[in-house]
């Protein structure tokens, strides 16, 4: 049977399990449209609930803030290899991975922990490392809020919060799928996945696994990648009121010899530039490595405790260990002739988080009006201790053409073996109201408030000395809320403007602060304006939103201009943009989706050390921060099993330093993939990445630069049944 892709003009009972609600209300079917002759992603998807813009189960278009979400069909239909691919989906949002800061993300101006990232609505407060990317088979989709969104999920999230949400077993279908790919630089992927009910009757047992194995040489020398994925769950209808589910995930990556970065030609100044010639050579020692072993556990229970109330517990533990052995930095001599390097460290992290999150959901009416409200508690332990061993000197200087890449135990003074560096020890709890009212049958008032109790005590496991004691600490005590206003112009378009505000650390993340990070410290705060608009056009056949934001954040960490060797919490640093998103059937078998960001960011008050002198950089952009980013999907049905896309994505060019005199160009990616489908849902792909074999960079350094992928070229195999 042919699929058909179905869009829904209304909201079907969305909150509360379906059986339920029949057994005490008659069921009223929503208004359907038959588009398309094939399922296409779903568009914006205004209209389905996001759990990462808000706690009480409304949709994007309910809600007063920018709220994307990337499905598993866009996923698939984009060829998202990872997570971070998946962001490239998100309006405004730019993301690499060079290992020693892997979950590095840019949004709205801010960078690294300023932009929270959680697996699940859950947090390890070590985004920019933890967050590394994870091969996307296991995930059903990624949700993002922008801007100020601390109210939503604690510290962090000053320029955006951003979900990875995993696939969990569904007792309303069974289903086997299954993935095989093979592509440039020797990459593969073999990937299954099953969704099976196992009992029938009162109560019911639903099985859901997912595996999937990917290797590559990578596209650098000597560069070589493994990984294992998997995301297992069981859920047990105990009856129309009472569910648990149980859901393991477990991770494990290694990379041999990983690539860290590309040299920068001297002198360094003004834009920066490579020898292309030498674009994938890889100056790591021959045994470098990174390794990760990453184990999730989660426990949902949810209750109805009436047809208006429902009670939801998650208990959550989260256990990973990094490894790195790497040679991490390379500069050019002064003639260009040879390459230094230097940098030597070896490193492990061991953190675990234990926590539970209990919440309660309730939809009421006040004065005759519907109101819904979410009360939540929440307690968070986290733990990780930093074994650090590093060699700043130079190990050696090479030819750039023909070198010997050496071992990593060869370079004086580094031995095997772990010592502690500190163990940061970190437990937060958290108090949580929101609350939606429709004032009048047009408008609506959305409000949120947390309060966080953050204790933060550091045992430090070296010699102390008055900079680095034995044992120090802080606490730290943020309240952060929202209030927002939605209203209804017509079915199909609102108007709305939001009031938000978040707080971080001023320096760093506090699972690994030092001494110095915690001293007189407070968190900082942002806050922020944003107004916007959310609407369909055309009879339904496109779909739209504008968002226009100010971002201003407080209090970060600034060197002092009278003794630049100390730090004062007076800075500033602000935003100014808008983001556009739209998607719209051309015609009903052309698809057109894009977005489009700006985005004027700015030290309003930041002083850098200079050579101990403390030097202005007020009025300067925050380094990897692009002014613009726009992406555009095409998709069309040639005839009735094939199919053809493209895709082009703009990346404005960055500054690499804060005294902005390092830049990096600006960069256009292409791509495009042809479908052919072999039987019902079995499809043959052929897709291409960079068509233009564009030498660009990711993330840019004060003397390196972390390059994308060079052109590639993959065929895949997709089967569901």
């Not at 009735?640 to 500054?655: E, F, K, N």
Request: hydrophobic share 35%.
């Amino acid at each position: 049977m042919k699929s058909i892709f179905l869009r829904s003009t209304g909201v079907l009972l969305l909150c509360a399990p379906v059986s339920y609600v029949l057994a005490q209300n008659a069921l009223e079917l929503p208004t359907l449209e038959v588009i398309g002759s094939k399922q296409y992603p779903a568009g914006l998807q205004l209209d389905v609930p996001a759990e990462s813009g808000s706690r009480l189960d409304i949709t994007p278009r309910e809600t007063p803030a920018s709220v994307s979400v990337v499905n598993r069909e866009q996923i698939s239909a984009r060829g998202a290899e990872n997570t971070q691919d998946i962001l490239a989906s998100i309006p405004g949002v730019t993301a690499a991975a060079p290992p020693g800061f892997a979950g590095f993300t840019s949004w709205r101006g801010f960078t690294g922990s300023q932009v929270t990232q959680m697996f699940n609505g859950i947090t390890v407060q070590y985004d920019a490392i933890a967050a590394r990317p994870v091969d996307s088979w296991i995930y059903d989709r990624v949700e993002a809020i922008g801007g100020a969104s601390s109210f939503l999920n604690g510290s962090g999230g000053v320029g955006g919060s951003i979900n990875y949400i995993s696939k969990l077993a569904d007792p309303a279908q069974s289903f086997i799928d299954g993935r095989v790919k093979y592509g440039s630089f020797d990459s593969r992927e073999l990937a299954f996945g099953l969704n099976q009910r196992l009992t029938e009757g009162q109560v019911r047992n639903t099985l859901r696994l997912d595996v999937s194995q990917t290797n590559s040489n990578g596209y650098v020398d000597r560069e070589e990648r493994s990984a294992f994925t998997s995301a297992l769950s069981l859920r047990t209808d105990f009856s129309e009121r009472l569910s648990h589910t149980l859901a393991v995930e477990y991770q494990n990556e290694q990379v041999d010899s990983p690539y860290w970065g590309t040299p920068v030609l001297q002198p360094i100044g003004g834009e920066m530039k490579i020898d292309q010639s030498r674009r994938f050579e890889n100056y790591n020692v021959e045994d470098g490595r990174y390794e990760q072993r990453v184990r999730w556990l989660r426990s949902i229970t949810e209750y109805w405790l009436s047809e208006q109330t429902r009670l939801r517990n998650t208990f959550y533990h989260y256990n990973a260990q990094r490894d790195y052995r790497n040679l991490e930095r390379y500069t050019y001599t002064p003639d260009n002739s040879q390459i230094s390097r230097s940098a030597a460290l070896l490193q492990r992290h061991d953190q675990e988080v234990n926590g539970d999150r209990v919440e309660l959901l309730h939809n009421s009416r006040l004065f005759d009006r519907k109101s819904d409200w979410s009360l939540g508690l929440d307690y968070s332990h986290n733990v990780q201790t930093r074994y650090p061993r590093s060699i700043s000197a130079v190990f050696d200087v090479v030819d750039p053409e023909n070198f010997d890449p050496g071992h990593f135990y060869a370079i004086p003074g580094m031995t095997p073996g772990h010592d502690p560096q500190r163990s940061n020890e970190l437990n937060t709890w958290a108090l949580y109201l929101e609350n939606r009212t429709e004032l009048t049958d047009r408008l609506a008032l959305l409000t949120g408030l947390r309060h966080d109790w953050i204790d933060l005590q550091v045992t430090n496991h070296q010699t102390p000395s008055a900079t680095n004691p034995a044992e120090f600490g802080q606490t730290y005590e943020p309240t952060t809320g929202r209030i927002g206003l939605v209203y209804e112009l017509t079915p199909a378009a609102n108007v709305y403007v939001q009031y938000s505000t978040a707080a971080d650390p001023p320096a760093g993340v506090l699972t690994t602060a030092s001494f110095g990070q915690t001293q007189d410290f407070d968190l900082t705060t942002g806050e922020q304006w944003e107004v916007g608009s959310k609407f369909d056009f055309l009879q339904g056949r496109g779909s739209a939103t504008v968002a226009l934001y100010q971002i201003t954040r407080k209090d970060l960490a600034t060197n002092d201009p009278n003794n630049p060797g100390e730090t004062l919490p007076v800075g500033q640093q602000s935003s100014t943009g808008i983001e556009l998103a739209g998607s719209l059937w051309v015609t009903q078998k052309l698809l057109a989706e894009g977005n489009f960001a700006w985005v004027d960011a700015e030290y309003d008050e930041f002083n850098d050390n200079v050579a101990g002198v403390a030097v202005s950089r007020a009025g300067n952009s925050p380094s990897n921060v692009p002014d613009k980013v726009a992406n555009l999907w095409l998709t069309y049905d040639v005839a009735p099993r094939w199919q053809l896309g493209m895709d082009t994505r703009y990346v404005a060019s960055v500054y690499a330093d804060a005294a902005n005199t390092l830049s990096v160009p600006s960069y256009t990616l292409f791509g495009a993939f042809v479908g052919y489908e072999l039987a019902e849902d079995t499809q043959l792909s052929l897709r291409g990445r960079n068509l233009t074999d564009e030498v660009y960079a990711r993330q840019a350094g004060s003397t390196m630069l972390y390059l994308g992928a060079p052109r590639s070229l993959e065929v895949a195999l997709q089967t569901r049944f």
